[in-house]
């Protein structure tokens, strides 16, 4: 399979095509589409798909797709650092509160489009926005190694008592939650 071409190459080449394809006759026709799968990398159907309905798909510019403003993303990544970076889905029921608390204070100022685009933001949405500010940070970190003994060798308490005087074994388990990164039980920063 061919590597696709980027967005905007695919829509220059669709642009150029799409007439040609739309005026040839049937014999030309499955030419102009094995050049055009060949060029962007799409599935056959979808190509066809494509050609046949340009004028709708290159219809729909930039500016439609993008929604939110960079004044939105900036109220709604200061209202996610406010919150302490909590989840989206947790974020969203907040944001009226918190931008209310935000304004009254200063640090943020919005036009009534603005605070409406905002406050209608869906989780989903959101994420996307947030992708970018969100640091990549390892997860699991551990200070902990699998134990020598086996499992079955360890008397368990059920609800009966036990019978013998020895004591018990405990094994427990300890996470580092110091933010660094752990080497050998030693947390560097």
């Known amino acids: 399979m061919a590597e696709k071409a980027p967005m905007h190459v695919r829509r220059a080449f669709l642009q150029q095509v799409a007439p040609r394809y739309q005026q040839a006759f049937a014999s030309q ?18 190509a066809r798909w494509l050609l046949n309905h340009a004028e709708e798909v290159l219809q ?5 797709r993008h929604r939110y403003g960079p004044e939105v993303h900036q109220a709604l990544v200061l209202a ?7 989840c989206t889905k947790r974020l969203i029921p907040f944001l009226p509160s918190i931008i209310e608390s935000l304004e ?3 640090h943020v100022q919005l036009s009534e489009e603005h605070r409406h685009q905002l406050l209608s933001i869906s989780a ?22 699998s134990g020598p003994l086996l499992k079955q ?5 059920t609800f009966a008592q036990w019978d013998e005087t020895l004591p018990g074994f405990l094994e ?17 920063r």
């Open 124 to 145: 989903a949405t959101a994420d996307r926005i947030l992708g970018a500010y969100r640091q990549s940070r390892p997860r699991g970190v551990s200070t902990t190694q």
């Open 104 to 106: 009254q204070y200063g």
């Open 153 to 157: 060798q360890i008397p368990i308490r």
């Open 60 to 64: 729909t510019t930039a500016a439609s």
């Open 172 to 188: 427990a388990d300890l996470v580092a939650h110091c933010g660094g990164v752990c080497r050998e039980g030693a947390c560097i």
């Open 80 to 86: 996610w650092k406010t919150l302490n970076q909590i």
């Open 29 to 46: 026709k499955c030419t102009i589409l094995d050049g055009f799968v060949c060029t962007t990398g799409y599935a056959r159907k979808y």
